[in-house]
């Protein structure tokens, strides 16, 4: 059974980077595809990127020019990296599985990220 | 990019009543991409129902999917107490590659 979690800095300031990462336990960590998305306070889902194959990424052009998504096979964990932060990134991140046919079936638990000055 | 709308934006009504929850996307896609998800409070979204209509592992038969081109929905055929939380509808394979619906919330009447 996969099981995913995730940590890193909760509070930033504008213009800082945002640095999280997600260890995976269980499963094929390279056979696999995993993503990063963000909940917004008030509901709204964002996919931010994936991850999969040698380390092939895709990004949400929205997000592109800010975030980086890297992976290491011998921790079995993959990082999200987004540059620039403002307030409009304060959400909740969540890593998860994402299945070749493009449903999500695990979630980690998620860790809240706040912009502030 | 594709938009996906959900309607109602609430949903009210009472245990053992069916629920019936509307997905919309802006442009035809494909059934095999659309997924639908729970979300109760504090938690992480669970899967529900992926390739439109097939239920994920440990999910009752009570939740049930349809639909196709544009349009899609979930249905909740006898609410139970913990089926009163939010729902989202999820699609694959445009740019954005994920994109989710605003979400709709049951709650009790």
């Known amino acids: 059974q996969v099981r995913l979690q995730e940590w890193g800095a909760g509070l930033l300031k504008p213009s800082e980077t945002l640095s999280l990462t997600c260890s995976v336990s269980g499963g094929s960590f390279t056979e696999n595809y995993w993503a990063w998305l963000r909940q917004f306070p008030g509901r709204g889902l964002e996919w931010i990127g994936e991850i999969h194959h040698g380390g092939i990424t895709d990004y949400n052009p929205s997000l592109k020019s800010r975030v980086s998504i890297t992976w290491s096979t011998s921790k079995r964990q993959f990082a999200l990296r987004l540059s620039s932060v403002t307030a409009a990134d304060t959400a909740i991140y969540y890593c998860?599985?994402?299945?070749?046919?493009?449903?999500?079936?695990?979630w980690g638990q998620g860790t809240t990220v706040t912009v502030s000055s | 990019e594709i938009v996906l709308t959900q309607s109602p934006g609430t949903l009210s009504l009472s245990p053992g009543e069916r629920a019936t929850l509307s997905c919309r996307a802006s442009q035809s896609v494909s059934a095999n991409y659309v997924a639908w998800y729970q979300q109760r409070p504090g938690q992480a979204p669970r899967l529900l129902l992926y390739g439109t209509s097939n239920r994920a592992t440990g999910i009752p038969d009570r939740f049930t999917g349809s639909g196709s081109g544009t349009d899609f929905s979930l249905t909740i055929t006898r609410l139970e107490a913990e089926d009163f939380t939010v729902y989202y509808c999820q699609h694959y394979g445009g740019s954005p590659l994920v994109t989710f619906g605003g979400g709709t919330k049951v709650e009790i009447k």
């Open positions: 998860a599985r994402l299945m070749i046919s493009g449903y999500i079936n695990v």
